[in-house]
């Protein structure tokens, strides 16, 4: 039985660079309530700071309950405050890595309290812009420290490490599947894992499916699934289905393989669009694939281990068009 | 009603730079033969020189009469050959642009021997690999002038000019589809036009639905299209529909539109593939995403006028899943 | 003698999507103070609404004068509204298409109250995010339309469309140097012409020499020069130099072969930089390459025509290392 | 010290997929006594089958040694024969995979005989084209155990992974270097490590300094370097240094930092140029950035850790330019 759910900034204003406002922003709590209205959701994902703090953990705490929402995730926010401008667990200067760690620690005593398992971590502006700009050795360190140190702190939580290759910086250090398992294996704690963001791994150049099967040899550190869709060259954050339709059914065919359990998470940036309505559709187009998908399983798993391209066509086409 | 048809030596061995025999060869009446029991092909494009040449013209010309097959375009090679490797029209050595058009020439009669309207013009050697390699102002003017020349002195064919980013040169000079229309205007003659290959317009980041406009808007110079797919880096020559769905859709739906009334030909490298059974997937598939399009024609133009991304949405799914 | 500018904006603070504050945003006068400590700058880009309007078109054209700064051009702000998030002079509704006319016009007024030449038509929002979602046929039409109709209404300006692959919409109308050479003749005005921002047309995935080039056979059509460098998958908006080298220096070359005489000026988003020093970087870089070229140029054009890539690689080093 | 060496195959005639012979094929020795003439090499690379065999070993033996030659390494031919089209130690069925580990065998043999430290293994064909063609979790375990199974029995020998993303299949199974780093620690073996192609990581999007730290990191698995240069698309495999500039010039100080002492081995396709005078001009721009960097190192150290990009900039063009 599939969990999904949606980030809750997806229902606000989504801004990109040039235009700051393409619609009203409206309060968590109407966000929310927005979010009830759409079919088959049944969890929530919060952006620190943004939609939760300190002050409001009770009254989100209510909110959720109140609608039948699970706490999906945390997001904390590291990515859009100045002082992160520079990295924030990797940044050179001590002082903002500090900073950063005790914003994160409390995300996490906020986690606790909201009983959700997830920290989503997604440290968008540790990277670098330009060549001889990073220290590659001793920044990438710090990030693998800081993690450790703060999955050690919260043993009762489940760290997913949100990769992206770049955006807001032009390199991001945790920029594709592969090097984020490097830096899950580096801190030797088994609750670090990876968040897939299907578009962040289209940008990548990934197969989503064989990064799902990565995560799952380097030992079940896949934690948790962001959807979205794009043209493959940026984070278009568009309908998740609207662009791919093969890849997403091939990805459910691998998610059950490698026995994922987590939540199918709806991350997208409907700019221009009606925000529930344009989350609801990335559910529906889920929704079908899953139909074709499980309706194909014996087939696909057949055709897979043939391996002659000729039949898979013939198959791809059976699962889209019947025939 | 369309007309499909293929390229004779897809149906042979296709190499690449590392393995230059994946299975035999047969020879170009074998092809044919071949190519006689792919399900709705009715034309057959030949690459001079391989597969067409002055001594055997009568003996192909009988073949394929013998096998309903009209000779829907020939292909010059004008890349295979070490004469063409620093270009052929548009070399800086003017004894190689010579040569050329000499073999052009040959060519063109050939063509109109076989009853074929389009000599289909891809000069992959014509371009540069190097910064500070081509002379770009005189190597295209040249490039201008020969085609101008020949469909001048060969008023009866068309001259499709195929266009691709890259490969095997670095960089093409007729890299996509709105530089070679630039071309065509520039040569002034009506004769000249331009050929679609799917995969190099995926490859150059087209939509290939707006590429098809943009050669109705210059004077309807869409004359020729290709069929293959790719992940969209790099020209893969796959199976039609293995890898897009919901762009063939739309092409169809502007390719009449846009009033092209000329051959669906494929053009694929199943290299590790039986190839009739490569080539009758491509067909296959493009006539399922022709069933799809045919029966959502008013639904789409809808749609389209709408502009509203999330019925674009529903519509897609509904033309993929008929809800 | 080269004329360098910058686009006034550029001073201030840059914002992407995730971080809308990294650095306080001056006024326009205090950000033209702030350019005239720019060595090497005689010129300056306005965008529209942002940094002049009908009533401080005085104010604007007294400080300009008072730092000897030339007004380069007026860049409409057709990009930074929600009115303009589905198109501007080529948006499905008539009258946002009308509203835009009616804006442009008010600028162009400005343009010529400035005694400035130049209005640098950038229509970020005219294209398309998803597929069937754009009237191909009519958007592009209504486009050249308009560009035609301002064209002829301002004999006296030049409009310099300058084009972008992507962003903010995932798919533009003015995506690359000859799809915008085609709405240019299609406009059948000679005032008419093409903006290159060298990071667009990295982006683009285009060699520039050669867009150059493009644009000169087309009549003449490079009309102004935005410069800044990316990583060529995105319009990171980066200090001019810092990616890429022998490309700017062959760049330079190609713009004087072409007889091209505007102005160079500088469009950064430095986000997380002080301002001027990224910008004076850029000049910095393009004033050391263009030292390299010009003692080079015979090397140069001799090594073109000779076109063996060993001997190009050996001018390459050579005029980066002088041996 | 740094020591140059080349691959052996690239002074013959390297062909594409259009054209198969772009110039004559010398013998191998034939080959060795042209790369005789290359001023700074000392080791030569030789492909299995094509350059080395149980038959020739004692004579490429001598004739090496007559040349004072060093034997890098051996590249086992695993992808120019079509038993390998479906992958060779991934391939799904056992026979191939027996008859691919028959081969490595005999190839590590020849190694040991030759006196050469690395088998550089390049499993060009296992991967797959197709979605739903590969089965991940099982082919991508059997990579892993045939690794590791050789790795124990010649533990004499370093085994050098080389990856890329594509070519000749559509998708590697090893594509970036952080993913073969996963191979590596999954196969537990100290001999097994990673060959980075300059042109291959350009390919794959990585900054090839930051691939050199991921290297270091996971246990100093950076075994062998090859260069070579392309526009970052593709492997176009040109001559190292006439694309890129300032990226190899920040490898050398991270190679250095990170205390590699292998080879520096030009990997080129000189389809169309002289091969002897094409690999000379790598070696020739890797000394001219190795100069810079060696007399910039400080520089370079102080700037990073200051991460401003302005003043990165600024050292950059000090490095390049002197100013």
Known sequence: M???SAILGNLGNTCDRFCSRYKDNPSSIEMLKQAGKIDGISGIELVG?????PDNVKKMKSALNDLNFECVSIIPDLFSEAIWRFGSISAKDPSVRQEAMGYLRTMCGIAEEMDCRIVNLWPGQDGFDYLFQGNYLDERNWLVENVAQLAG?????????????????THSYMARMADTLLVCLQTGMDNVGVTIDTGHAFMAGENVSESIVLARQAGDKLFHMHFNDNYKSWDDDMIAGSVHSLEYIEMLYWLDKCAYDGWFSMDQYPYREDATGAIAESINWL????????????????????????????LMRRILFGK
């Not at 700071?49 to 703090?53: K, V």
Request: glycine content about 2%.
């Open 153 to 169: 702190e919260f043993p009762y939580l489940k760290f997913a490490l949100e990769y992206k290759p770049k955006e807001p910086r």
């Open 49 to 53: 700071t943004w939609d939760i703090r």
């Open 2 to 4: 599939r969990k999904y």
């Open 287 to 314: 929704k079908a694939f899953d139909n074709k998908m499980c309706s194909s399983r014996e087939d696909i798993a057949q055709t897979i281990n043939d391996g002659d391209a000729v039949k898979t066509s013939a």
